[in-house]
């Protein structure tokens, strides 16, 4: 059974920090690990999706790679603001309970403080 | 504006009394699918749609049905709810089942059961 451990469970940053965050996953056989952003009230915010044949995808300030043999996954923030606090999921897909659903990591809570 | 809505927002309801949180997307995506959200937990999936009338169980489908008559809706309903039930639930679509498609998510229905 797939599980996704994303540690640590919360981490506190002065603006202006880089940072990662860390996903793990227990099996390598995925379909995609998609990062997403959870703000309290607005829901999930898709972020990057890399698929298993890719090894990073990057968005703005936003740097994540993939090592699919490790099981592992990093979420790269430069240049911390505070407007990136909130909570960081990342989920894979995996291929051998189907295509049809997403398993999802705890989440890591940002503060970035000014 | 591409969006997944979902209503109530919030919900405080009593042991039994039959609900129905909606979900609605404007992208003409195929595939729908309801998620909760608990502490520790992370996100598990109730039920997804691969289109409409085609609807199948996720991990944790106990206590829950979904009917997908329209393509661009996907309500949960819960017949006789519990407290155990007491959740933040997230709906989701992506252009369709497969791999290569990231999924939206809608804004979250926080529902207490007491």
């Known amino acids: 059974k797939q599980e996704v451990t994303q540690i640590p469970a919360a981490l506190s940053v002065p603006e202006g920090e880089n940072l990662v965050l860390n996903c793990s996953f227990t099996d390598s056989a995925i379909y995609n690990l998609q990062w997403f952003r959870q703000d309290p009230g607005k829901g999930l915010t898709s972020l990057l999706l890399i698929q298993s044949s890719q090894r990073e995808q990057t968005s703005g300030r936003l740097n994540a790679s993939l090592d699919k043999s490790s099981g592992r996954s990093t979420l790269y923030i430069a240049a911390s603001q505070p407007g990136d606090s909130a909570t960081y999921l990342c989920?894979?897909?995996?291929?051998?309970?189907?295509?049809?659903?997403?398993?999802f990591g705890t989440g890591t809570r940002l503060l970035v403080s000014p | 504006e591409a969006q997944v809505t979902q209503n109530p927002r919030y919900l405080i309801t009593v042991t039994g009394k039959k609900l129905t949180v909606t979900c609605s997307q404007n992208?003409?995506?195929?595939?729908m699918s309801w998620y909760r959200q608990d502490p520790g937990l992370g996100l598990r999936q109730i039920y997804y749609s691969m289109n409409v009338e085609v609807t199948d169980k996720g991990d944790v489908p106990e206590g829950y049905k979904v009917s997908r008559k329209e393509k661009r809706n996907f309500p949960l309903i819960l017949e006789s709810p519990s407290p155990n039930q007491t959740s933040l639930y997230f709906c989701a679509s992506a252009h369709d089942g497969t791999v290569a498609y990231e999924q939206y998510f809608g804004p979250g229905t926080r529902l207490t059961v007491t």
């Open positions: 989920a894979v897909k995996p291929r051998n309970t189907g295509f049809q659903k997403l398993v």
């Open positions: 992208m003409n995506h195929e595939y």
